[in-house]
């Protein structure tokens, strides 16, 4: 069975400041992660995905993960916040078929 | 193209009426997923279609009707909803096979009156 845990329902910043999303999982095998984004009353877009190889993983508008064996953990992170990222953040993690999603984290950003 | 479109974007239906969501893929992928999801939490399964076969029913009440005509379509037929089933359906699809990624559409957003 696989799982991820989201810490923290909400997360705020300032714009300008670094953000830092939180993600763990539980896998029985290795784990296939991703990181999706959701805006108001929109589908799930793909931010990132670790597979294997480069733990370090980029993504697009400028957010980065980094995957930790051994803190079973999957960070998001992104140097300086702007306004346009305020939006619902997912964690999932995959084995061979269906994706397991976490509760999601609520990024919010003030001017 | 990376798309998944879904129609129609926003439905209203009665308890009593019979409606289709519709959507489609051109990247030939070959699994196709319906997800439900309530207001503030993530997307549920609902059902999986592997090369135009369902694989995978989470359980979904018998309302909820799939159909893959083809691989690169997946309807799904709703019938004597109630008003919990109101939520936003996505439509995904992915490569299938382990550590793909899936890709999602827009979303229908449901109100069941």
């Known amino acids: 069975a696989q799982s991820v845990t989201q810490l923290g329902s909400h997360v705020s910043v300032s714009e300008g400041a670094l953000v830092l999303l939180r993600c763990n999982y539980s896998s029985s095998v290795p784990p296939y992660l991703f990181w999706y984004v959701q805006y108001p009353n929109q589908g799930l877009q793909l931010l990132l995905k670790y597979t294997t190889g480069a733990t370090l993983v980029k993504g697009i508008n400028g957010f980065e993960a980094e995957f930790k064996k051994s803190e079973t953990s999957f960070h998001l992170t992104k140097p300086s916040a702007h306004m346009s990222d305020a939006a619902e953040y997912f964690c999932?993690?995959?084995?061979?078929?269906?994706?397991?999603f976490g509760k999601g984290t609520m990024l919010l950003v003030s001017p | 193209d990376t798309e998944v479109t879904q129609t129609p974007k926003h439905l209203v239906m009665g308890m009593t009426n019979k409606k289709s969501l519709k959507c489609e893929q051109h990247?030939?992928?070959?699994?196709m997923y319906w997800y439900k999801q309530k207001a503030k939490k993530p997307p549920e399964l609902m059902f999986v279609?592997?090369?135009?076969?369902?694989?995978i029913n989470e359980s979904v009440p018998s309302r909820f009707s799939p159909e893959c005509p083809n691989s690169s379509l997946l309807n799904l037929h709703l019938h004597a909803l109630q008003p919990e089933d109101s939520a936003l359906y996505l439509c995904a699809s992915s490569q299938g096979g382990e550590g793909t990624e899936a890709f999602f559409g827009q979303g229908t957003r449901l109100t069941v009156v």
């Open positions: 279609y592997s090369y135009e076969k369902l694989s």
């Open positions: 999932a993690v995959t084995g061979y078929s269906t994706l397991t």
């Open positions: 990247m030939g992928h070959r699994a």
